[in-house]
């Protein structure tokens, strides 16, 4: 069995506990208009193509240092999930965490396989209202939101992103929405607001993608101390 691997990073630091060897997967399905892989998006894009073993053996030559564990981003890595399970299966036989980066579009019985060897999940809830959410990922929220309701009725550990837009997700309608939907599950341990940048330009660019969030700024400190004050407002753990 190969995988679709676009990269490796051996010093992740944002992408769950710890120092964390981090696996970007190809393919996704989204097409998110703010995404910071677009070059992950096409599965036959890949650089490299491995087994579970071998990418076991990257990280068993940096595992002095990465003492937080693996995580596997993309792209979406629920495009690929009997490569995952398999390299997870091998993780947990070795005693190393295991955490999944997915925007929870995909849950069927292999997923939920994957689930059963992961320590944590980071999800993303793009977006609170089902139109907003369609155009901001071309794709439907209802698979994310039942993927987040089958991650609580299984007490999995979860630490739910948001990424702040202005114009798209800092409505505080939208944000107060998120918030108490957000706030009923048990499992969630971390809310990372993670405010929009421009740093992927290039990548659209050289593409050749037409990027429409060009003319859009960052948010401002207020603009993002606003939301974590309405997140934090309904208890989350922000």
């Not at 947990?92 to 295991?98: L, Q, R, S």
């Not at 409505?171 to 108490?180: G, M, R």
């Not at 405010?195 to 993608?209: E, R, S, T, Y």
Request: glycine share 6%; with cysteine; charged share 25%.
């Amino acid at each position: 069995m190969l995988g679709y691997i676009h990269s490796f990073e051996t010093f992740g630091t944002k992408d769950g506990p710890g120092i964390r060897f981090v696996v970007f997967m190809q393919g996704c399905p989204l097409r998110c208009l703010y995404c910071h892989n677009p070059d992950t998006w096409k599965k036959n894009g890949a650089k490299y193509m491995l087994t579970p073993l071998e990418v076991f053996q990257e990280l068993d030559k940096v595992k002095n240092f990465v003492r937080g564990g693996i995580t596997i981003s993309g792209g979406e890595p629920m495009v690929q999930p009997e490569f995952v399970l398999e390299l997870f299966k091998l993780c947990k036989e070795n005693k190393i965490h295991t955490t999944i980066d997915t925007s929870g579009i995909f849950l069927n019985e292999k997923v939920k396989e994957v689930l059963q060897y992961t320590d944590l999940v980071l999800l993303d809830i793009k977006h609170i209202n089902p139109e907003k959410y369609k155009e901001l990922t071309t794709v439907p929220l209802e698979p994310t939101l039942k993927f987040m309701e089958y991650l609580a009725a299984t007490n999995k550990p979860t630490w739910l992103r948001y990424v702040l837009l202005p114009h798209y997700t800092d409505d505080e309608k939208d944000l107060i929405e998120w918030a108490k939907y957000a706030s009923q599950f048990k499992n969630v341990e971390r809310v990372d607001i993670l405010p929009f940048h421009q740093m992927a330009v290039q990548k659209w660019q050289d593409l050749g993608i037409d990027y429409q969030l060009k003319d859009i700024e960052p948010p401002t400190s207020a603009e993002k101390e606003k939301a974590e004050t309405i997140f934090k407002s309904y208890g989350l753990p922000v």
